[in-house]
């Protein structure tokens, strides 16, 4: 299994970024999907999450409003769409998968058991 992550950058607050991660070795459109982020000295949060068929998504009532989750299964894709960035949002921003699980929360890192290497995002102020 291997997700890869990328679309990060250096970008000025209140810029716009996209991320992507495209995986592979698994039956993606059988698996929910996170995003998560860990800035330097802290720990990792969740960001967003998507439910396998799409039709249910989640996110941290930090980005709510800004930061969009979507997926394509056909392309074995999950994206990220990161709208009116502010330098707190400045972090590695991971992609994560795991098989579908109906009703559980969408946010528990704990319950992902596949990763991408992660992106850097960094919000100049």
């Known amino acids: 299994v291997q997700l890869q992550a990328f679309g990060g950058g250096l970008v000025q607050a209140g810029g716009s970024l996209r991320l992507s991660c495209v995986s592979s070795?698994?039956?993606?459109?059988?698996?929910?999907m996170g995003w998560f982020r860990q800035a330097p000295g802290k720990e990792r949060e969740f960001v967003a999450g998507?439910?396998?068929?799409?039709?249910?998504?989640s996110s941290a009532e930090s980005v709510k409003g800004r930061f969009t989750i979507s997926r394509e299964n056909a392309k074995n894709s999950v994206f990220l769409r990161m709208n009116s960035l502010k330098p707190e949002d400045t972090a590695v921003y991971f992609c994560?998968?795991?098989?579908?699980?109906?009703?559980?929360?969408?946010?528990?890192?704990?319950?992902?058991?596949?990763w991408g290497q992660g992106t850097q995002v960094t919000v100049s102020s």
């Open positions: 994560a998968a795991r098989r579908r699980h109906f009703g559980l929360a969408l946010n528990l890192s704990s319950t992902y058991p596949y």
């Open positions: 070795g698994l039956p993606f459109g059988s698996y929910d």
């Open positions: 998507i439910r396998w068929r799409g039709d249910l998504t």
